[in-house]
C-alpha cells in the first residue's frame, strides 16, 4: 500500500510506533524510525533486520528544533523527500495535581506537544515543495475525555487535536493531509505490566471486549497514510473499541 512513499516515525522503537515501521515497510514503505535513545534505536532496526526488514534511525532531540531541522535535512539529502511523518513519541503522566511539579508539567508539553510542533515545521516546507504530504499524530482517548489525574497527559494530547484540524486546514491548499489516530487502551509494554486486578474491570468497560493492540493502531496508520484516506483530513479517528471512559 506504500509502495516508493518514504515515511518517519517518531516513538518508532517500541510500542505502537515499533509496530507501525513494521507495518509500513511490509508495505514496502522507505522508514526512518526515530527514537530517545541511540541504544534503543540500534537494536529496534536489529530487530527489524532479523525479520528481513530494513530500516534507517535518528535519535534527535525532539524538543531542539536545530536538532530536529539537521535531521530532516539528512533524510531528505539521502531519500530526496518525505511523504509521511508520523508523530508518535509521548509520554504519560498519572499524579494528582498537588503532586504534579510545573517542571512535570512543562515536559510532557514538551515532549507530547513541541516535539510534534518542531517535527511539522521541520517537514512542512519539502511537503509544500512536493505539493504533496501525510502528516498523522498520535492522540488518545483522554483527548476526548480527560481522565481522572495526571493532567499534562490529557491537556498535551487535546493540545494535539487542536494542532491536527487547525494543520489540517492551513496546509490543505498544498495537498497535505493533517489526522490523528486516537488510540484506546492498548497492549503496550505500559499496560502489559499492570495487575490483572486493574485490567479486568477495565475490559469490561470496552464494548468490543478486549484491549487493543499495537497492530489496530499500526492500521490505522497504515489507511491514513494510504491514497485510500485520500479525502480525509482533519480528522480524530478513535481506535478505542468504543471505550468511554
Ligand atoms: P511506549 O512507551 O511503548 O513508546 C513510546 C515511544 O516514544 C518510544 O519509542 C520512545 O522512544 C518514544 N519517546 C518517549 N520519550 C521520548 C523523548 N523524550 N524523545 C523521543 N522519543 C521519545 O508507548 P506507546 O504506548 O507505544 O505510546 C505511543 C503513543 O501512543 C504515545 O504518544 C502515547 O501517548 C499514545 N497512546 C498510547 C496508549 C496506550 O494505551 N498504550 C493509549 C493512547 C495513546
Avoid: W
Amino acid at each position: 500500500m506504500l509502495e516508493e512513499k518514504v515515511a518517519i516515525i517518531t516513538g518508532g522503537t517500541r510500542g505502537i510506533g515499533y509496530e507501525t515501521v513494521k507495518i509500513f515497510l511490509e508495505n514496502k514503505a522507505k522508514v526512518i524510525l526515530f527514537g530517545s535513545k541511540e541504544e534503543t534505536v540500534t537494536e529496534s532496526i536489529n530487530k527489524l533486520k532479523e525479520l528481513g526488514l530494513t530500516a534507517k534511525g535518528y535519535h534527535p532531540n525532539l524538543t531542539d528544533y536545530k536538532e530536529v531541522e539537521t535531521t530532516v535535512k539528512e533524510i531528505i539529502n539521502e531519500y530526496g523527500k518525505i511523504d509521511i511523518l508520523i508523530n508518535n513519541a509521548g509520554i504519560s503522566a498519572n499524579k494528582k495535581i498537588e503532586d504534579t511539579t510545573t517542571e512535570d508539567f512543562k515536559k510532557i508539553m514538551d515532549i507530547n506537544v513541541l516535539g510534534i510542533f518542531n517535527m511539522i515545521k521541520a517537514v512542512t516546507p519539502y511537503m509544500k515543495k512536493q505539493q504533496n504530504g501525510v502528516i498523522l499524530n498520535t492522540s488518545s482517548m483522554v483527548s476526548i475525555y480527560g481522565q481522572p489525574s495526571g493532567v499534562g497527559y490529557p491537556a498535551s494530547k487535546f493540545a494535539v487535536n487542536g494542532l491536527t484540524k487547525s494543520l489540517a486546514r492551513e496546509l490543505a491548499p498544498y495537498n497535505i493531509r493533517v489526522n490523528a489516530v486516537a488510540p484506546g487502551i492498548i497492549n503496550t509494554d505500559m499496560v502489559s505490566s499492570l495487575p490483572k486486578e486493574m485490567i479486568e474491570p477495565l475490559i469490561k468497560t470496552i464494548p468490543l471486549g478486549r484491549i487493543g493492540t499495537p497492530t489496530d493502531i499500526a492500521n490505522a496508520f497504515l489507511f491514513l497514510s494510504s491514497n485510500l484516506a485520500s479525502y480525509i483530513t482533519g480528522v480524530i479517528l478513535s481506535v478505542d473499541g468504543c471505550a468511554r471512559s
